[in-house]
């Protein structure tokens, strides 16, 4: 399984982006799917997660703004995200978690400048 993250970029505050992750191969019944972040000087954190395609759960920090959707496909997850601050700048990771294990993509730099 391998998962390609694309979609970031620099971008000014209020403004958006829509981050897109790839999944090859099978994706088995049981799945997570998810977006993390990583800031420099800073620890990963958990952004949005869509459990089975229909479940989601988001950070506090991007409730409202940020939305995590399944492709029709359902092998590619996608993150909206609008009204971005400048404390959304960092490198945003995709997550695929099945009954195999967990497995992550490259990271996508999101910059938002103020």
């Known amino acids: 399984v391998q998962l390609q993250a694309s979609g970031g970029g620099l971008v000014q505050a209020g403004g958006s982006l829509r981050l897109s992750c790839a999944v090859s191969?099978?994706?088995?019944?049981?799945?997570?799917m998810g977006w993390y972040r990583q800031a420099p000087g800073k620890q990963r954190e958990l952004v949005a997660t869509?459990?089975?395609?229909?479940?989601?759960n988001y950070a506090d920090s991007v409730k409202g703004r940020f939305t995590i959707s399944r492709g029709v496909a359902k092998n590619t997850v996608y993150l909206q995200t609008n009204s971005l601050k400048p404390e959304d700048t960092a490198v945003y990771y995709c997550?695929?978690?099945?009954?195999?294990?967990?497995?992550w993509g490259q990271g996508t730099q999101v910059t938002v400048s103020s």
């Open positions: 997550k695929l978690a099945d009954p195999r294990g967990s497995f």
């Open positions: 191969g099978t994706i088995l019944s049981g799945n997570v």
């Open positions: 869509v459990t089975n395609g229909v479940s989601t």
